[in-house]
């Protein structure tokens, strides 16, 4: 038998005025000894003996609220691990049929808000993440929140498959001690950091930059070509740590961490629609060099993240990034940062080993 754990069941459910397109949402400041106090959520409650979901459901509403529920929609369920030894199922509902008249609640203040403001609020991390896929996705889903006993969000998995998490950082780069899934940090412009890698060659007495081209399904930039590899920094994980990874999983090619030259970072950021999504990322990215020697036909790209690569000469490379002649999502800037660098560099720091070419520049990690 597995070790007896506490459970308990719950709703929440989304009310939406179907003419304003405003959320019903309950900001918790009544009650000084509550988990949720400060927070603005949903409403809703926890089961009472013998109801159903639904049962709870309209009743918590009719309570919190005064209104009563004509229409209701089943979304999905939620997994909260809390890290305080309880853990909470949630049963997720969305509503945009009523009658009555709202009253005050004696939990908040209940308060109508614009539905593209809701992510703006003072939410739970994992809050931010459900409202997101409501928003996102009409099909039903299974979430699972784990947080570390201290309101930090640690964990989340929807449908069985691991979501990204970032430390959101401050201007100076910086932790800011919030943790945010990836799709909320690109809906609500957090920053986040990145790494950036950039594969260069001396070739014929020309150097040349390896670029990468994007992946259609991507979720931003599809189709266009990009650095030589670049990514994220997941939550806990140092930029060198980050680098060496995302070479291996996006191009196939083992590198340690001496073969990588960090020059600086770079500060970004954008706002496009992509697939029919709002798409808003600001970024803070450790630049590295990387002179390895290797073969294309050694790669083995991520088909999820890369269509090819291919190397191109640093001179026609600038010029088709600036005019767009080679269709790209590269920050001028960034690049002349990297030939800048190269160029400085060159007869100087510059050593043939036999394999290919060396920088020797004084390596940063």
């Not at 309209?58 to 809390?82: A, C, D, N, P, Y």
């Not at 800011?176 to 990836?182: A, L, Y």
């Amino acid at each position: 038998m597995g070790e007896h754990y506490k459970a308990s069941l719950s709703t929440l459910v989304y009310i939406e005025d179907p003419e304003t397109h405003q959320i019903l949402m309950l900001h918790r400041v009544k009650k000084h000894h509550d988990v949720n106090h400060g927070k603005w959520i949903g409403i809703g409650g926890h089961f009472e003996k013998d109801e159903s979901p639904e049962d709870c459901l309209l009743r918590e509403v009719r309570e919190e609220t005064g209104l009563t529920l004509t229409k209701w929609h089943f979304q999905g369920i939620v997994t909260f691990i809390s890290g305080d030894g309880v853990t909470e199922y949630m049963h997720l509902y969305t509503s945009d049929a009523f009658t009555g008249t709202l009253h005050d609640c004696d939990e908040g203040e209940l308060k109508w808000v614009p539905k593209e403001e809701v992510l703006k609020l003072n939410l739970w991390e994992g809050d931010r993440i459900f409202f997101r896929l409501i928003l996102e996705d009409p099909d039903f889903f299974s979430l699972k929140l784990v947080y570390d006993g201290n309101g930090r969000l640690c964990s989340a998995v929807q449908d069985g498959r691991d979501m990204e998490l970032f430390d959101v950082l401050d201007e100076s780069g910086q932790k800011t001690g919030i943790v945010r899934e990836r799709n909320v940090c690109h809906r609500d412009g957090s920053l986040h950091g990145t790494v950036h890698i950039w594969f260069l060659r001396e070739h014929q007495g020309k150097w040349q930059v390896l670029l990468q081209k994007r992946s259609a399904v991507k979720d931003s930039n599809p189709g266009r070509y990009d650095i030589s590899s670049a990514g994220h920094i997941p939550s806990g994980e140092t930029p060198i740590q980050a680098a060496v990874r995302e070479v291996g999983e996006e191009l196939g090619l083992s590198v340690v961490p001496s073969d990588l030259i960090k020059i600086g970072t770079h500060r970004a950021g954008f706002s496009a629609r992509f697939h029919g999504k709002p798409f808003v990322d600001q970024e803070l990215s450790t630049v590295y060099l990387c002179f390895k020697a290797f073969d294309l036909k050694e790669l083995k790209l991520q088909e999820s993240e890369v269509a090819l690569v291919k190397w191109f000469d640093l001179k026609a490379a600038r010029q088709g990034i600036s005019d767009q002649s080679i269709p790209n999502c590269i920050h001028m800037d960034e690049f002349d940062m990297v030939k800048d660098e190269i160029l400085r560099g060159k007869g100087k720091t510059l050593a043939e080993d036999g394999k290919g070419f060396r920088y020797n520049r004084t390596k940063q990690r």
